[in-house]
């Protein structure tokens, strides 16, 4: 099954296997997982066209969660025609993404357009909800909707017999490099995160397709290292949230934790750009705190 999958790079900041996206051939059409964000359209274009079609002839999009790096182009094949699947609970944000705009906007400020391009509404009849155990059926080809929280309430998996589309729950993972979880505010829930990584252990799968990145055979191996990396990361955070440090002081040292952890895996400098791109560190402090919060607080 995974010859017919063809991984596009979306070449995020000019930086190769960052963000990537996945077309699937199927008796309906061409069938995508994930759109990239608005700003790479043109090169998921380009590998559209390369696996022999046109942006016009993708039937439907299959979306992880509505992050930006994993869903801002949604409404480009829209325009189209063309279905989009998501989460119930993200529905609304893409039928109107003004709030998910301006939420992201606070922490990107000016480099919203540069990162992320544009985002328009999605028509609410292309929008389809893909809930937990649902079947999407494309005639010679059937994806399996696995709910898996902890990364984004919304975030789903799919299932496509013996391989697995992960978007963010199992976590980001280039080449030979260590799997890191990406932690942005304001849903992490390592509970719900570690459940979710069960749930993809229970799929018996042969594979994982990682947004960040393509493909990854052992899945075993990968969803325990990151399991444990969800844990490191998150009892790093606890001293500083205890001792009420102030943002900015502890981004630089997270920021050194992480770069230290990947040089120690022999990651040179631009390899660990890399990562930064597709999961930057800073972002995770403010999602650990977030979870620590809520978690003293008892919310979750």
Not at 54 to 76: E, N, Q, R
Not at 108 to 115: A, I, K, T, V
Not at 124 to 133: H, K, Q, S, Y
Not at 245 to 253: D, G, L
Request: aromatic share 10%; charged share 20%; net charge negative.
């Amino acid at each position: 099954m995974s010859a017919q999958i063809q991984v596009i790079d979306l070449n995020f900041q000019n930086t190769k296997e960052s963000i990537g996206s996945f077309l699937i051939k199927t008796a309906k059409g061409p069938v995508l997982i994930e759109s990239g964000p608005a700003s790479t359209f043109h090169q998921l274009e380009k590998g559209i066209i390369q696996a022999g079609y046109k942006v016009t002839d993708i039937y439907a999009v299959l979306l992880t969660h509505i992050h930006f790096d994993h869903a801002g182009a949604a409404w480009m094949f829209a325009k189209n025609g063309t279905k989009v699947y998501v989460h119930e609970m993200g529905l609304p944000h893409l039928a109107n993404p003004e709030k998910l705009w301006n939420s992201a906007a606070q922490i990107y400020g000016d480099d919203m357009d540069r990162l992320w391009g544009t985002m328009e509404p999605i028509d609410e009849t292309l929008l389809i909800a893909a809930n937990d155990g649902d079947v999407i059926d494309f005639g010679d080809v059937q994806f399996k909707v696995i709910y898996t929280p902890g990364h984004a309430v919304h975030h789903n998996a799919y299932q496509l017999n013996d391989v697995v589309f992960t978007g963010d729950v199992a976590g980001c993972k280039i080449e030979n490099g260590p799997v890191v979880p990406p932690c942005p505010p304001p849903d992490i829930n390592i509970e719900l995160w570690k459940q979710s990584l069960q749930k993809l252990r229970n799929t018996n799968a042969k594979a994982l397709y990682l947004t960040h990145f393509a493909k990854h055979e052992n899945p075993t191996e990968l969803l325990n290292e990151l399991e444990e990396a969800l844990d490191n990361w998150a009892n790093f955070i606890k001293p500083f949230y205890d001792a009420h440090t102030p943002v900015s002081e502890i981004i630089p040292k997270f920021m050194k934790y992480t770069a230290d952890a990947f040089k120690l895996k022999g990651l040179s400098t631009e390899e660990i750009q890399t990562y930064e791109y597709a999961n930057p560190s800073w972002m995770s402090v403010n999602g650990l705190l977030r979870y620590w919060k809520l978690k003293e607080q008892g919310r979750i």
